[in-house]
């Protein structure tokens, strides 16, 4: 294959939009180099010894990691991918030399790199330093926000009553002690929760998204048993220019509406009707009005479902799991911010 061969194929893939090349260009990723490097150096999942491989580069390193993210990949799955595809090839900076540049990381170096991400707690930081990075472009909060939250779903676990007592009761079955390949592949920090009269085991996305823009400010993880409204204070984000705070019923209540009131902030809170007290016309007329306006933060939950190829989590445990959706949440944020870079959306005022 010749030089203008690559050339052409990749001037077809910008014939069709290829949407990494908008993400490359408008993330900067450079200013994630030393936040990552400072994680990486030293560790286990990158020797620098003068005798052995040369380290991976730090932001070819984060590229696949959001990879598995936007894509909904497993780390053996973006290895192949990287492998096989051109547009995955060129957002990392590859080619098809054989030369060390040009080298794939394989899925045990792209778990180990995340993982060190995981036990540094470098997930959240990453978050908040692009949101940092999209407020100084002039995207702001703006508008009020809304507040809402997703089950994550993660694979059941077939455990017996007996079994299942035990974990809630904060301890570990006897038996499981003894076989240490079948500890290691138990969630016992997932939790069940009904919802609309099914069951769902797993974890909990609850987010805080500005209305202005439809992007995720703040989020929180948890398991799937917590209700919403023991989250909202935690998620509100205090820096958006509106007072305004939409969400469904469920986060009703007289407390919270005294502590919306404390902090200065508007309830748009949906009613909720009570036994023997069915809502009115006019409680269901404002409902409605709310809805349009709520509606938008189910845009994104159904983006990360039909578009980024779903939200299941495969990883064991509370701490990668909220690793793993915080990288899904950024990622979205990602892809919404070359959306809005794409719209031209007109900065906040100075």
Known sequence: MGFFDVTNRYAGLD??????????????????????????????????????????????????????????????QVEYQARDRLSFMRFLGLGLGLGLEDRVPDATTVWLYREQLVRAGAVEDLFAQFDGYLRDQGFLAMGGQMIDASIVPVPKQRNSREENAAIKAGGTPKDWDDTLARRRQKDTDARWTKKHGKSHFGYKNHVCVDRRHKLIRRYEVTDAAVHDSQVMEVVLDDTNT????????????????EKLADRGLRSRIHRKAHRNRPLGEHEKKGNRTRSKVRARVEHIFGAQTNDMGGTLVRSIGLVRAKARIGLKTLAYNMRRAVHLTGMNRAPAPA
């Open 15 to 76: 014939a069709k939009a290829d949407p990494l090349v908008k993400l490359a260009k408008v993330v900067p990723w450079e200013d994630f180099r030393p936040r990552l490097e400072a994680i990486w150096r030293g560790s286990s999942a990158e020797r620098r010894s003068k005798s052995g491989r040369t380290p991976w580069d730090a932001v070819v390193m984060v590229k696949m990691i959001v990879l598995c993210a936007l894509y909904t990949l497993s780390d053996e």
């Open 242 to 257: 509106a007072s305004e705070v939409w969400a469904d019923s469920a986060y009703r209540s007289a407390e919270t509406e």
